[in-house]
Structures are given as structure tokens and as C-alpha cells.
Antibody, heavy 121, light 111 residues
Framework: QITLKESGPTLVKPTQTLTLTCTFS??????????VGWVRQPPGKALEWLAL???????RYSPSLKSRLTITKDTSKNQVVLTMTNMDPVDTATYYC?????????????WGQGTLVTVSS | QSALTQPASVSGSPGQSITISCTGT?????????VSWYQQHPDKAPKLMIY???KRPSGVSNRFSGSKSGNTASLTISGLQAEDEADYYC???????????FGTGTKVTVL
């Protein structure tokens, strides 16, 4: 059974760096073809894809946020970490991590419950 | 990288069929057979309903079906039920640099 759970601060100040951790179980991020992605959703708004890391450490970022994002993995801890720099109130959102299955594209089959991050001074 | 365009809302009566469109470009929806659809109930995480344009994950009702024509993908819900009332999002692969793009979202109301 695949599960994912996001953790991190619920409140960050403008200009600070956000660090979120996705802890997962039920799969290995060293298995060929697997990926873990991050998606966010501002209150009352649409989903937005942020970043994806693959089993081979290949990384993909949203072009509009690429300069602010870094995604890394710790296979031994079953964790993926997303950092976002220079946070702004418009970055207030629920942040989800999700499992991308083997040989899939635009497909996230298991999601975490999400964590709400508020950016405010 | 622009979000895919979906109608803001679609409604139907129980038992009816509804279709939600998802319009992109030749660089995303039209260029790949990699479109997925997600259902999201209030305060819940998204749930995968359709992937690779037409495929259904195990456990998803066969009342949900997907299709694509040119730069527009569609999700059809047949035999509409009260539990289908939710927000629906499409997602497309957008190539090496863009990777993924979501739609603007559609609120489905069961009358």
C-alpha cells in the first residue's frame, strides 16, 4: 500500500525559504521508472504542478518557478524534499506530494493529504 | 506555460451524462497521449480517475471515460450520481521542459 505524507511549517514569513518534506512508504524511489512530484493549490484555486524527481535523480521543474525551486531525495529515508525560496503571500497554498508510477506521464496515482502553508508577516 | 482551459462549471441531473472539456495546444494535449483527469472533493486530495487519455485505474467506475480530439481532451461522466459532485482537473504532459500542466478546473454540480 502506497502512502505519502507532507510535513513542514504551516506559517512562513515573506522572503523566507520554505522547506517541505514528503515521507512515503509502499514503494522505493530507487526502483526504475518511479517518480515523486509536488503540486500546490492556493485556497479556492486550481492545482499547479511544481516539480518532479525521478528514481535516477533526474529533476523537472515548473518553468515559471524553476529559479525558486529545488527538489531532492533521500532514498534511504524514503523522503523527498522541496525547497522554495523567496516566499510571497501569493505562495499561500496547500502543498501535495504525489507518486508517479513506472513508465507513466502526467499521472499521479497516489497523493498525500496535503499541508497548508500560509505566507504572512 | 499556460494552464489548460476547462469550463468553470458543468451541471447535470442524476442519471444524465456530462462532458468536461480540456483545451490545450499542440505542445501539450495535442502532442502527446498523456492526459489524466483528477476528481477532488472539498478539502480532500485529488484522486486519479483517467490516465493516458482513456485508461481507468483499478477501482474507478466505468461511468468515467476519457477521449481526445486534436488539442482538446474530454472527460465524460455517464449515469451521473450525487457522489460525482466535485471539482475535476485535467493534466497533460507538456514535453521535456514543461513536463506537466494542469487545467483550470471544473466544478461539477448534480442538480
Amino acid at each position: 500500500q502506497i502512502t505519502l505524507k507532507e510535513s513542514g511549517p504551516t506559517l512562513v514569513k515573506p522572503t523566507q525559504t520554505l522547506t517541505l518534506t514528503c515521507t512515503f512508504s509502499g514503494f522505493s524511489l530507487s526502483a526504475s521508472g518511479v517518480g515523486v512530484g509536488w503540486v500546490r493549490q492556493p485556497p479556492g484555486k486550481a492545482l499547479e504542478w511544481l516539480a518532479l524527481i525521478y528514481w535516477d535523480d533526474d529533476k523537472r521543474y515548473s518553468p515559471s518557478l524553476k529559479s525558486r525551486l529545488t527538489i531532492t531525495k533521500d532514498t534511504s529515508k524514503n523522503q523527498v524534499v522541496l525547497t522554495m525560496t523567496n516566499m510571497d503571500p501569493v505562495d499561500t497554498a496547500t502543498y501535495y506530494c504525489a507518486h508517479r508510477p513506472v513508465a507513466a506521464a502526467a499521472q499521479f496515482d497516489f497523493w498525500g493529504q496535503g499541508t497548508l502553508v500560509t505566507v504572512s508577516s | 506555460q499556460s494552464a489548460l482551459t476547462q469550463p468553470a462549471s458543468v451541471s447535470g441531473s442524476p442519471g444524465q451524462s456530462i462532458t468536461i472539456s480540456c483545451t490545450g495546444t499542440s505542445s501539450d494535449v495535442g502532442g502527446y497521449n498523456y492526459v489524466s483527469w483528477y476528481q477532488q472533493h472539498p478539502d480532500k486530495a485529488p484522486k486519479l480517475m483517467i490516465y493516458d487519455v482513456t485508461k481507468r485505474p483499478s477501482g474507478v467506475s466505468n461511468r468515467f471515460s476519457g477521449s481526445k480530439s486534436g488539442n482538446t481532451a474530454s472527460l465524460t461522466i455517464s449515469g451521473l450520481q450525487a457522489e460525482d459532485e466535485a471539482d475535476y482537473y485535467c493534466c497533460s504532459y507538456g514535453g521535456f521542459s514543461t513536463s506537466y500542466v494542469f487545467g483550470t478546473g471544473t466544478k461539477v454540480t448534480v442538480l
